[in-house]
Every structure is written in C-alpha cells, then in structure tokens.
C-alpha cells in the first residue's frame, strides 16, 4: 500500500508536476468545447425542425 505522496499522488517536496497540470487542463478544456458543440448542434437541429 502506497505511503505518504505516492499515495496522494503528489511529486516530491509538495510541488504539483507541471505536465500534470498541463494535461489536465487540456482535458478540461476539450470537455468544455465538446459540451458547448453539443448544444449548438443540438439548438440548430431543433430550429430547423
């Protein structure tokens, strides 16, 4: 069983790692404009008829 930062996932001395972060908010981002193409495809579909 993992210990202490291994455990939380942390990089040593405390510090978050830099790709981490980086990848994520990529992620989150692609979520974000995956959501909002959904719902304009979905309010012009639903305008056309």
């Not at 455990?7 to 908010?25: N, R, V």
């Not at 974000?32 to 495809?41: E, M, P, Y």
Request: glycine residues 24%.
């Amino acid at each position: 069983m993992p210990k202490g930062a291994a455990q939380t996932g942390e990089a040593p001395g405390g510090q978050s790692s830099t790709g981490t972060l980086a990848a994520g908010s990529g992620l989150a981002a692609a979520g974000v404009a995956g959501i909002g193409f959904a719902v304009l495809r979905r309010r012009r579909a639903g305008a056309q008829g």
